[in-house]
C-alpha cells in the first residue's frame, strides 16, 4: 500500500507516537497498538477487518528517526457497489490529510 516517511531528527519515538495517538484519538480513531513502537490505527473509531473497506486503516511504525504511516486500506469496496473510483480516491485522500496533520502536529 501507500506509505509515507517524516524524519523524527530530534525526537524519542516514543514521544513521537505518543503525539500520534493523541492527535488520532482526537480525530475518533481507534488506536491499537503492536507492541515495540508499532500501531495500527481505524478511523470510525472500530476495528476494521476488510482491507477493501470505505475507512481509513492506517499503520504507524518507528524506525530509527523515521516516523513511518502506511495507507493498509484501498477503499476498493467501492468497485463492487458501483461507484467507480469515488471510494478508493476518498481513502486516499483521507491518508494524504491525515498525514499533513501528523507532520504539523510533530513540528509543533
Known amino acids: ?22 492527535l488520532l ?16 490505527a481505524y478511523q470510525g473509531g472500530k476495528v476494521i477487518t476488510r482491507r477493501r473497506s470505505r475507512k481509513l486503516i ?5 524506525n ?14 467501492g468497485f463492487v457497489a458501483g461507484t467507480g473510483m469515488l471510494l478508493p480516491m476518498r481513502v486516499a485522500r483521507t491518508f494524504r490529510r491525515i498525514t499533513r496533520e501528523i507532520r504539523r502536529e510533530l513540528d509543533a
Not at 500500500?1 to 493523541?22: N, Q
Not at 492506517?58 to 518507528?62: C, H, P, R, T, Y
Not at 530509527?64 to 469496496?77: K, Q
Open 1 to 22: 500500500m501507500t506509505e509515507r516517511i517524516i524524519r523524527l531528527p530530534h525526537r524519542d519515538g516514543a514521544a513521537a507516537l505518543a503525539t500520534v495517538r493523541a
Open 25 to 40: 484519538e482526537k480525530r475518533g480513531y481507534l488506536w491499537q497498538g503492536e507492541g515495540g513502537l508499532r500501531a495500527v
Open 58 to 62: 492506517l499503520g504507524i511504525a518507528v
Open 64 to 77: 530509527g528517526s523515521d516516523l513511518i504511516l502506511t495507507r493498509r486500506s484501498s477503499g476498493a469496496e
